[in-house]
């Protein structure tokens, strides 16, 4: 910040500190594998939200705008804190100009959606000059990188509040502190975080809902920032969970989603008894409530008893996402990923023979630190090997802090951008392959709404996860529908609206 910056900044909010006069060096660990081996034996503390009888109405009058970048997790976040809001009296609005709190809900996975969010605190910042009561503040997975936080305190003095992942709970505190204070808030806690159950949350659109199961990570991915923003494996329990379900089931939801950067680890840090993944599914199959998915899944603690209750279908889908990252073992291994090329592909055989008719769809990193091109191609065997029918591929992007941000590197981008172009053509080709032989089938579709390029038409999913457009009245969005498949592009299908689903298969 230079001497005329910090003049504009000083008359922004004249008595501002530039620097906040606490030391937070406290609130980080250092990324330690180390400290991950020791994860799981501290406790894990479940606690009931409530909100302090003093904050109530701390929102009446006032309004709040959530910006979300990132993951489902986030979108999720998003909803439980909409809900902490409105439980304080604020209204939610989409216009930046008469919100009188702007959060905006960042991812780190990549640089790319680290540097958008720095754009967008760009963008914000004349707002703050113009209405000085704004307060703005920055949450999710970035708050929770050292690195970030001090960028934010040299460069973005526009931010009044920080705050991380593990405690969204504290949203009416950490409000209430940046009301009365001229400081900067930061609340990242050191600690893994817990399990706070009881949260309120504005769900969007009656249709779909997202349920957490667990949180945080403990795989330790050599590339991957999550086990670090989002904490320690923790199992929500298995009552709530439940209750939960149940309750969106009785409010009409059509589909819902678990939760968790790992949901195959869910019940494992659960003490006294054992409950895993498969038992919530056998559980959750009994609810009337037409569609359960789980999203993320980690080909090393899938198990086959999950495997038997999938098979059981009902209303657990016939689609599994399951993250592969790597074709070749030698890299699998550098990334830390816990099983071989083998491994995967036998889980795959099971999954295949217990559930034939199973949409598989997988996540793909390329230009890994010193891939090679034998390693690649390695990758696109398995693709056709697996025939995966849809893919989330990423150019390996170093996060600080990670072991393999020290890893030296040979692989330049252009190659690594080749190498993207071409998993994606093998992508693309397996998708059209995958969607070819629905042309004058009738499928289920969910319809969640317009579709985005044209207005006149409806779109939705299928159990296993394609993508419909057809034309019917609006009143069938939220609905289940029949629709006859006419044709079939390379990642959608067309077709002509049949009818209504109306009974429940459960
Ligand atoms: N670079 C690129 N892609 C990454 N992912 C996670 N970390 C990185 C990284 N550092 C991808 C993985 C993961 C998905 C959510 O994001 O494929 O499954
Ligand atoms: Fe990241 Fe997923 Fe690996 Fe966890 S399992 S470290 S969230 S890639």
Known sequence: MNEEQR??????????????????SAYFQAPSLKDAKKRGKEEVAYEQFS???QFKGMGNGRKFMIQTFGCQMNVHDTEVMAGIF??????????????NVILLNTCAIRENAENRVFGELGHLK??????????????????????VVNKILKTYDQVDIIFGTHNIHKLPEILNEAYMSKEMVIDVWSKEGDVIENMPKVRNGGTKAWVNIMYGCDKFCTYCIVPYTRGKERSRLPQDIIQEVRELAAQGYQEITLLGQNVNAYGKDLEGFEYGLGHLMDELRTINVPRIRFTTSHPRDFDDYLI????????????????????????????????????????????????????LTTDIIVGFPNETEEQFEETLSLYREVGFEMAFTYIYSPREGTPAAKMSDNVPMDVKKERLQRLNAVVGEYSEKALKPYVGQVVEVLVDGESKRNKDVLAGYTRRNKLVNFRAPKEVIGKRVLVRVTDAKMYSLNGEFVEVVEKVEV
């Open 86 to 99: 409105e439980s304080l009296g604020y209204e939610a609005t989409e216009d930046v100009n008469e919100a």
């Open 126 to 147: 004349p707002l703050k000059t113009k209405n000085p009561d704004l307060l703005l503040g920055v949450c999710g997975c970035m708050s929770q990188e050292e690195a």
């Open 308 to 359: 038997d209750v999938l098979a059981k279908k009902g209303n657990l889908v016939e689609h599994i996402h399951l993250p592969v990252q790597s074709g070749s073992t030698s890299m699998l291994k550098i990334m830390a990923r816990k099983y071989t090329r083998e491994r995967y592909l036998e889980l795959v055989a099971k999954i295949k023979k217990a559930i034939p008719d199973v949409a």
């Open 51 to 53: 909100i302090n009888a």
């Open 7 to 24: 003049n504009m900044n000083e008359q922004a909010k004249p008595f501002k500190p530039l620097q906040p006069t606490k030391d937070y």
